[in-house]
């Protein structure tokens, strides 16, 4: 079992930056899959990014060249830097874990899909406006 917290979220103004922390606790990070995702009312809950103990990583098309997943394992710590951020960006965002360190499925946009990952953080609130 593992346990994630994110923290890092809050209100930014468009073309600002952010970057969000999840701490894992209960095993080692390196042991899993993570990937982050964000969910608000109207998209549901997408995929960003994700990546495996192999240092393979997969963005969705909205994010790339503006967010950078991460993560340290000394600290066991998953990061997602978030630059350039748009109105649309706003949604509350978790990151997750996936039993197994090397596979996770994709979907159509190309980032994470949830189906892939059983452990989940309570979330952390990102804000942009306009």
């Known amino acids: 079992q593992v346990q994630l917290v994110e923290s890092g979220g809050g209100s930014v103004q468009a073309g600002g930056s952010l970057r969000l922390s999840c701490f894992a606790s209960?095993?080692?990070?390196?042991?899993?899959?993570m990937a982050w995702f964000l969910q608000d009312p109207v998209k549901g809950r997408e995929g960003i990014s994700a990546?495996?103990?192999?240092?393979?990583?997969d963005y969705a098309d909205s994010v790339k060249g503006r967010f950078t997943i991460a993560r340290d394992n000394a600290k066991n710590t998953l990061y997602l830097k978030m630059n350039s951020l748009k109105a649309e960006d706003t949604a509350m965002y978790y990151c997750?874990?996936?039993?197994?360190?090397?596979?996770?499925?994709?979907?159509?946009?190309?980032?994470?899909?949830?189906?892939?990952?059983?452990?989940w953080g309570q979330g952390t609130q990102v804000t942009v406006s306009s």
């Open positions: 990546l495996d103990a192999d240092g393979t990583i």
């Open positions: 997750a874990a996936a039993d197994g360190s090397t596979w996770y499925a994709l979907d159509s946009r190309g980032g994470p899909h949830p189906s892939s990952f059983g452990y």
């Open positions: 209960g095993k080692a990070l390196s042991d899993f899959c």
